[in-house]
């Protein structure tokens, strides 16, 4: 079956120490989206791909950044994670055709909940 | 402005019942997107359902109905016969503009947590 698939499921990590989660897909989208969800929150946008054009949301801090070496996979680095980043961050992906009568779903990995000591 | 907003922190349904999940939007634009996801607790957002802007009819799949009210700007959702399963935060969303090929963003409400009893 052609899925989103993001791993670890679980990462902890230190106050400081970069981290990297890491996503991947078999529906052959041109889009990637990275989102960061906090408790009894709707996720929030960080940023996305759209082929190889990375596109930041304003409101996404420095500390957080993305690299998608092919098609398929996408990376989210948090350079120096703090407290705040503890959250649920969640890979989606989407078509980018129009006209033959598609949607633009996103479809969703099953999340990496990171823990941040 | 809220754009999308879901008046219903929390919905209790008997399992077998009908539920109605609401959700309102806000939007000048004539093209737009609805979307609606389901997160159990386990944190993966599935896809539910779709209803474009211009779609004429009400857009269903399975147990899941959209009850799509243009003029109200409402989107609710009906699950048919709730199971056990059901139990989840549920989020409306809404991608702005037509889909003219390319990024999509979301604006996403805060969300409805369904608990489903036996």
């Known amino acids: 079956d052609a899925m989103v698939i993001q791993n670890p499921r679980y990462q902890v990590t230190q106050f400081g120490k970069p981290v990297t989660l890491s996503c991947s897909q078999t529906?052959?989208?041109?889009?990637m989206y990275w989102y960061q969800q906090k408790s009894s929150q709707a996720p929030k946008l960080l940023f996305h791909?759209?082929?190889?054009?990375?596109?930041n949301e304003a409101d996404t801090p420095d500390n957080f950044q993305s690299r998608r070496p092919n098609t398929s996979f996408c990376f989210l680095d948090i350079r120096s994670p703090g407290l705040g980043d503890a959250a649920m961050y969640l890979c989606?992906?989407?078509?980018?055709?129009?006209?033959?009568?598609?949607?633009?779903?996103?479809?969703f990995g099953p999340g990496t909940r990171l823990t941040v000591l | 402005a809220q754009k999308i907003t879901q008046t219903q922190p929390g919905m209790f349904v008997q399992e077998k019942e009908a539920v109605t999940l609401d959700c309102t939007y806000d939007?000048?634009?004539?093209?737009?997107?609805l979307f609606w996801y389901k997160q159990p607790s386990s944190g993966e957002m599935i896809f539910l359902i779709y209803?474009?802007?211009?779609?004429?009819q009400n857009a269903t799949e399975g147990r899941y109905s959209l009850n799509f009210q243009k003029a109200r700007k409402s989107a609710n959702l009906v699950i048919s016969a709730s199971q056990l399963g059901d139990s989840a935060m549920y989020f409306c969303?809404?991608?702005?503009?037509?889909?003219?090929?390319?990024?999509?963003?979301?604006?996403f409400g805060a969300g409805t947590r369904l608990a489903v009893h036996p």
């Open positions: 969303a809404m991608r702005e503009g037509a889909f003219s090929g390319g990024y999509n963003k979301l604006i």
């Open positions: 529906l052959n989208h041109n889009v």
């Open positions: 791909y759209y082929d190889k054009d990375f596109n």
């Open positions: 939007t000048s634009d004539p093209s737009y997107g």
């Open positions: 209803q474009g802007s211009y779609d004429q």
């Open positions: 989606a992906t989407s078509r980018a055709a129009a006209g033959d009568g598609s949607t633009d779903t996103q479809y």
